[in-house]
T-cell receptor, first 108, second 117 residues
Framework: AQRVTQPEKLLSVFKGAPVELKCNYS??????LFWYVQYSRQRLQLLLRHISRESIKGFTADLNKGETSFHLKKPFAQEEDSAMYYCALTGTASKLTFGTGTRLQVTL | GAVVSQHPSWVICKSGTSVKIECRSLDFQATTMFWYRQFPKQSLMLMAT?????????EQGVEKDKFLINHASLTLSTLTVTSAHPEDSSFYIC?????????????FGEGSRLTVL
């Protein structure tokens, strides 16, 4: 079975502080990992995927197979980063499994 | 990016009636569409996967006779909640990809909130 765990429901940081949203997964094969974001009153949208190895809006995420983690990081939080973030996994069964989400709150 | 639209955004119905929710891909052909259900403060739970022109594949525990899914064209999938009951009240979200299965980027609809009285 595939499972995604996001241990924090809410993460509150000050503007300019570093951000790390935790994501751990359980999957026996080679997964594909994603981060989706949902801004207030907007729909879910893809933020980044591990195979792209790119930085989007200053966010990066590295797949650590040893720790089965895919934490999302940003060195300096901005107010506009406040949103709901979902980590997701798809395996060979081609099912996208979502974590429970973490609400990031960036305050002044 | 590609746009997926759901209609209606919210609906209130009486117990025992059926409700249809539409999911449309506006500027691309969606070979695969997915239907999710989201309870308050919980994650999105995949209900079913539908490929255009074939029967939907339902996840374990999802009643296919209760949640009828039709994907008759490359731009439209519908979810019909039959004989709705209060426990069916939820937020239903569809997503679509231009690729078969889940290997392509998913584009999400804005969601449809169903309240069954």
């Amino acid at each position: 079975a595939q499972r995604v765990t996001q241990p924090e429901k809410l993460l509150s940081v000050f503007k300019g502080a570093p951000v790390e949203l935790k994501c751990n997964y359980s999957y026996s094969g080679s997964p594909e990992l994603f981060w989706y974001v949902q801004y207030s009153r907007q729909r879910l949208q893809l933020l980044l995927r591990h195979i792209s190895r790119e930085s989007i809006k200053g966010f990066t995420a590295d797949l650590n197979k040893g720790e089965t983690s895919f934490h999302l990081k940003k060195p300096f939080a901005q107010e506009e980063d406040s949103a709901m973030y979902y980590c997701a996994l798809t395996g060979t069964a081609s099912k996208l499994t979502f974590g429970t989400g973490t609400r990031l709150q960036v305050t002044l | 990016g590609a746009v997926v639209s759901q209609h209606p955004s919210w609906v209130i119905c009486k117990s025992g009636t059926s409700v249809k929710i539409e999911c449309r891909s506006l500027d691309f052909q969606a070979t695969t569409m997915f239907w999710y259900r989201q309870f308050p403060k919980q994650s999105l739970m995949l209900m079913a996967t539908s490929n255009e022109g074939s029967k939907a594949t339902y996840e374990q525990g999802v009643e296919k006779d209760k949640f009828l899914i039709n994907h008759a064209s490359l731009t439209l999938s519908t979810l019909t909640v039959t004989s709705a009951h209060p426990e069916d009240s939820s937020f239903y979200i569809c997503s679509a990809t231009a690729s078969r299965g889940n290997t392509g980027e998913l584009f999400f609809g804005e969601g449809s909130r169903l309240t069954v009285l």
